[in-house]
Structures are given as structure tokens and as C-alpha cells.
């Protein structure tokens, strides 16, 4: 357990808070791609407690700004998208991406006072489905090569949804190996035939046993954690009755995303991005080392189970995320249903909008836990000192050469399992023919 003010502390990030400034030190993603294709390419955008607008100008490309207008404060996401800028409708102030006032209709002929009006605005770029912005001081930093950056377009495909609490414990969840065995536990095993697109659905790698067994028949993984250049690396492994070694291998990368194998085929990384303080978005980068991803397949699936346009899930805690007592006595250990997302979000939001972590008690299978939360007060006290140079990948570091990060599941034995998972990865990287997928 920690105490109610550090608990303040990591959790809040709006504007002058200290884990706030930690975030603003990366790109954040900030929108789908997809949102943008409409007729009207106008979002409004939440981020880390500031309210935005993004939109696509007539030359295609990207702003995102204050969304009350700087003159009495009207919303500009009803704004006009016209002669390449957003206008007011209010009384007409124009404004382009790099949020400069260009025009101001009502004002006297010849005034001039538009050239001081400059609003918010923030850097913006797309990558690979998703709209990242920067919000930090200085000069953005550059992007890693992980491989949902690396891979081609037709090989990622992106998604996210809404999660009705703080966006520390939804990245909790996802640097917890041990949640596996219990949360989404299958009393059946489905035909992994069945298993595009879905996690935990497949054999666990080179062997005939699917993961859903794995997990449920060896539920006391032990678990070790590596920092890295870009975060830190969480080794579990579960060692079975026949002398085997299961070994997953998934990452956080700071300040709030993770990458994690979904099958043998995808990895997933994932950011937990703050909205405000009591709500987030997770949103994922789906990539392929094998296939072109299945995009409307994929699409399809998650839209079923999600209401645009703010992506919030159909299951929900006003419907009691679909629960269902006889399912969970004969199918699931949640009993609400087979999308393992569902689960993930009750499990985060059930705790309450901002989790009370002076009431927990974190066990041996907490260990990521506890060490990324000191990593996140080392780099609060690290800006607080004006060494930004502490911090994970800002630290002159050349980032374009932090590949990976290797997010996998493999078999070996108690000795050998770390040659067995970096050589499975180099494995799955040299067969990999869509894209270069080499390190
Ligand atoms: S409030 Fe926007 S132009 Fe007046
Ligand atoms: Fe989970």
C-alpha cells in the first residue's frame, strides 16, 4: 500500500501536476485515424485533463488546439471547417492548425489585433492508425523504432475504447502476468481455429496445448522484472509437470503503455492514456508479423462491442458489464462473456474512479507493480530537479536504435528458457516477409 499523497501524486496529470509533467515529456496518443475520415474531420479531443479540437485542414494536414475560442470561449468543435482553418461561428475569428488567429471578420477594417491572439496548440503526427500529440515543453522527442512504428500501414492495425477510471490502474492491469490464470480463465478451450484476432486464444507457442489451459492449469507464475532503456521487461514463467517451462515475455514502456504477445502471430502495445484523472482510453497498435492484419475483421469484432463515437463499451458497469451467474458457474471465472476486454475493465474499474491505494496489499506477483511506481517517482523527482535527462528515452539516448520490444511466449526448460525466447523472436523475425522486421 502506499499513502494517500503519493497516491495523489501518481495518479493526477492534469496541467502543473508532477506525473502530469512526467507525460508530457512523450507523445500521447490523442485519436484514431479512423475518427478523422468523415466528411468533417473535426474531433473533439480530452487529453490529460485539457479540452481540445483536432481536424484536418484542407491541406490535409493535421491541428490540434484550445477548444474554447480565446475570444469569450465559445466551442470549437462546432467551428467551420473552411479556407484551410477552423472559424468560429461565434463571430468568425479564423484560426489555423498551428492555432494563430488569422482573421477576426468584426473588427474594425485594418485591425491588426488578430496577429496577438495565438491559442493552444500542440505538435501532432499519425502513425500507423493512431493521431499522436506532444504537450511537453521544447522540441518533441523523436519516436522509438518499436515495431508498431516499424511495420508497414497493411501490417497494424489500431483501436481503443473508454475506461471509466484512472489511467494508472488500467496500466496496472496490464504489467500483471498473474491475472491471466484467474480474470480470463476459460473453463472450456475453444478451436483455435476460432482465434483471429483475439487474445489468449491460440496454442501456447510449438506446443498443442492451448494458452487458455496453460494459464488455468499453472496459475503461480514466478515472475522477474528487468529495467530497460525503455521501460522494463516482466519475465513469467510457469513451470509444468513435465519438466517444460512456459515463458511470457511483456514489457511497460514509460510512462504508460505496454506490449504484450497476443498470439503467434501479433503483438499488441498499448497506451493507457489519462483523459482527466477519472477516465482513460486504452489504445492499441495490433501488429503482424506475418499477414497483412485483417483490418475490418478486427474492426468489426471490437465495434460490436464498443458505441461510437467515443468508442465506450457496450458492457458497462450500468449494466453490470453483462454478468451473468450461470456463465460464470460453467464457462468464464467472471461470467461476462468471452471478450477478455470486458473482463480487463471491470477488473479497473471496479476499484472506484481513482483507486484508494492505501486500503491494498500488493503480493510477490505485484513485483512490476511496485517497480514502476518507483520508476515513476524517480522521474517526478528526476524533472523536479531540472534532470530531464533521468528520464526513460530522454536521456540523449538515440532512440531510433530501441527496437522491439520482444513480447512473446515460448516453451523451454528451467535453464534454457532465456536462450529459448530471444531465439524464438529472432525466429519470428527472420520468417516475417511483409515487412523488416529484423533487429
Ligand atoms: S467566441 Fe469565438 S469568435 Fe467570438
Ligand atoms: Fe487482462
Not at 480474470?183 to 473453463?187: A, D, E, T, V, Y
Not at 483455435?192 to 506446443?207: C, I, L, V
Given at each position: 500500500m502506499i499513502s494517500q499523497e503519493l497516491n495523489e501524486t501518481l495518479t493526477r496529470t492534469g496541467p502543473g501536476t508532477e506525473a502530469g509533467e512526467v507525460m508530457r515529456r512523450y507523445w500521447q496518443p490523442?485519436?484514431?485515424t479512423d475518427e478523422l475520415?468523415?466528411?468533417?474531420p473535426v474531433v473533439p479531443v480530452r487529453l490529460l485533463g485539457e479540452d481540445l479540437v483536432l481536424f484536418r485542414d484542407s491541406e490535409g494536414e493535421l491541428g490540434l488546439i484550445?477548444?474554447?475560442?480565446?475570444?469569450?470561449?465559445?466551442?470549437?468543435?462546432?467551428?467551420r471547417l473552411e479556407d484551410n482553418g477552423l472559424r468560429c461561428p461565434?463571430?468568425?475569428w479564423h484560426f489555423n492548425r498551428n492555432g494563430?488567429?488569422?482573421?477576426?471578420?468584426?473588427?474594425?477594417?485594418?485591425?491588426?489585433?488578430?496577429?496577438q491572439i495565438r491559442t493552444t496548440s500542440y505538435p501532432v503526427i499519425e502513425k500507423n492508425g493512431i493521431v499522436f500529440a506532444y504537450m511537453g515543453p521544447g522540441t518533441p522527442p523523436a519516436f522509438p523504432n518499436f515495431d508498431c512504428f516499424r511495420a508497414p500501414e497493411s501490417h497494424v492495425f489500431a483501436f481503443k475504447g473508454l475506461w471509466e477510471c484512472n489511467w494508472l490502474q488500467a496500466m496496472e492491469v496490464g504489467i500483471d502476468p498473474a491475472h491471466a490464470s484467474f480474470?480470463?480463465?476459460?473453463?472450456q478451450d475453444e478451436?483455435?481455429?476460432?482465434?483471429?484476432?483475439?487474445?489468449?486464444?491460440?496454442?501456447?507457442?510449438?506446443?498443442?496445448?492451448p494458452m487458455t489451459k496453460l494459464l488455468r492449469d499453472y496459475p503461480r507464475p514466478d515472475i522477474t522484472v528487468e529495467e530497460t532503456d525503455y521501460g522494463m521487461r516482466i519475465i513469467a514463467l510457469r513451470h509444468m509437470e513435465d519438466g517444460r517451462t512456459h515463458v511470457r515475455i511483456t514489457n511497460q514502456i514509460f510512462p504508460e503503455a505496454i506490449s504484450i504477445p497476443m498470439s503467434r502471430e501479433m503483438i499488441i502495445t498499448q497506451w493507457h492514456v489519462p483523459v482527466d484523472d477519472e477516465t482513460c482510453y486504452w489504445y492499441s497498435m495490433f501488429t503482424s508479423f506475418?499477414?497483412?492484419?485483417?483490418k475490418q475483421k478486427m474492426r468489426d469484432q471490437r465495434l460490436r462491442e464498443h458505441r461510437l463515437p467515443y468508442y465506450?463499451?457496450?458492457?458497462n458497469k450500468r449494466n453490470n458489464y453483462g454478468f451473468d451467474p450461470e456463465e460464470q458457474a460453467?464457462?468464464?471465472?467472471?461470467?461476462?462473456?468471452?471478450?477478455i476486454n470486458v473482463h480487463d475493465q471491470w477488473a479497473v474499474e471496479s476499484p472506484g474512479?481513482?483507486?484508494?491505494?492505501?486500503?491494498e496489499h500488493l503480493g510477490k506477483t505485484d513485483v512490476a507493480i511496485i517497480k514502476y511506481r518507483r520508476m515513476l517517482r524517480a522521474a517526478i523527482s528526476s524533472l523536479k530537479d531540472?534532470?530531464?535527462?533521468?528520464?526513460p528515452m530522454c536521456n540523449?539516448?538515440?532512440?531510433?536504435?530501441?527496437?522491439?520490444p520482444i513480447s512473446n511466449d515460448t516453451i523451454g526448460t528451467r535453464d534454457n528458457w532465456q536462450d529459448v525466447f530471444t531465439q524464438s523472436d529472432a525466429e519470428r523475425r527472420e520468417a516475417c516477409k511483409g515487412w523488416d522486421a529484423k533487429v
Open positions: 490523442a485519436a484514431l475520415a468523415g466528411k468533417r484550445a477548444r474554447g475560442c480565446p475570444h469569450r470561449g465559445a466551442d470549437l468543435c462546432y467551428g461565434f463571430h468568425g494563430q488567429c488569422v482573421e477576426q471578420p468584426g473588427e474594425p477594417e485594418g485591425s491588426r489585433m488578430h496577429e480474470l480470463h480463465r476459460f473453463l478451436d483455435p481455429a476460432d482465434s483471429y484476432g483475439k487474445q489468449f486464444r491460440d496454442m501456447a507457442a510449438n506446443t498443442e496445448i506475418d499477414k497483412p492484419v485483417d465506450a463499451p457496450i458492457k460453467r464457462e468464464t471465472y467472471t461470467g461476462m462473456g468471452l471478450d474512479r481513482i483507486f484508494d491505494r492505501t486500503r531540472g534532470n530531464t535527462d533521468a528520464l540523449g539516448v538515440d532512440v531510433s536504435k530501441i527496437y522491439g
